[in-house]
């Protein structure tokens, strides 16, 4: 099992950015997928980022393209979302979650994923 702790969440202004992080404790963290879900109020979680195992393959919603980054150390058991040019519409709880799938390639599928932290909630003023 992996616990997930989210941190990095605030309140920032339009054009903005934020550095969230996901710290997992619990046993081979580096064979898990890890990703990155939003959700918004009245909305749906959805899928943002994901980067396989080794951090060679990244992901991401086409709504967040060249804006937000994601990574992982390994040694560390973390992961990390940069997210830049920050818009309202990106406010939402965002939650990283673990993939134990061997082969993830991408799926944004939010059932596909076994863990969830608690959520860091992102607010973005115009």
């Known amino acids: 099992q992996l616990q997930l702790v989210d941190a990095g969440g605030g309140l920032v202004q339009a054009g903005g950015s934020l550095r969230l992080s996901c710290v997992a404790s619990?046993?081979?963290?580096?064979?898990?997928?890890m990703g990155w879900f939003r959700q918004a109020p009245g909305k749906e979680r959805e899928f943002v980022a994901a980067?396989?195992?080794?951090?060679?393959?990244?992901y991401y919603a086409d709504s967040v393209k060249g804006r937000f980054t994601i990574s992982r150390d390994n040694a560390k058991n973390s992961i990390y979302l940069q997210i830049n040019s920050l818009k309202p519409e990106d406010t939402a709880v965002y939650y990283c979650?673990?993939?134990?799938?061997?082969?993830?390639?991408?799926?944004?599928?939010?059932?596909?994923?076994?863990?969830w932290g608690q959520g860091t909630q992102v607010t973005v003023s115009s």
């Open positions: 980067i396989n195992w080794s951090g060679g393959r990244r």
């Open positions: 619990g046993r081979s963290f580096s064979s898990y997928a």
């Open positions: 979650a673990a993939n134990g799938y061997s082969d993830y390639a991408g799926s944004p599928d939010k059932y596909g994923f076994d863990y």
